[in-house]
Nanobody
Framework: QVQLVESGGGLVQPGGSLTLSCAAS????????MGWYRQAPGNQRELVAL???????NYADSVKGRFTISRDNAKNTVYLQMNSLKPEDTAVYYC?????????WGQGTQVTVSS
């Protein structure tokens, strides 16, 4: 059974920072590619960042240099550190895994960037 649970969302001022966590079921993080997506109202869900089982990373151009994805295999957790946040970053952020059992999503966590 694959389970992903996001946490860490909230309200932050422009220019501020926030770190999201995705707790996964056992061995998921170490074995498979993990990703963060986001979806704003009226928009399509878009890929923000991903990390492979080997540690390679990719980022959307809109967040490159500001966001960092990382993993802790022992804790089966993936993180998204978000710095220099902009109002355009406001969205529901989702964790995703591409496992051998298929693609699975977390429930999402709201990030709001506003004064």
């Amino acid at each position: 059974q694959v389970q992903l649970v996001e946490s860490g969302g909230g309200l932050v001022q422009p220019g501020g920072s926030l770190t999201l966590s995705c707790a996964a079921s056992g061995r998921i993080v170490s074995r498979y590619t993990m990703g963060w997506y986001r979806q704003a109202p009226g928009n399509q869900r878009e890929l923000v960042a991903l990390i492979t089982s080997g540690g390679g990373t990719n980022y959307a151009d809109s967040v490159k240099g500001r966001f960092t994805i990382s993993r802790d295999n022992a804790k089966n957790t993936v993180y998204l550190q978000m710095n220099s946040l902009k109002p355009e970053d406001t969205a529901v952020y989702y964790c995703k895994t591409w496992s051998n059992l298929g693609a699975y999503w977390g429930q999402g966590t709201q990030v709001t960037v506003s004064s």
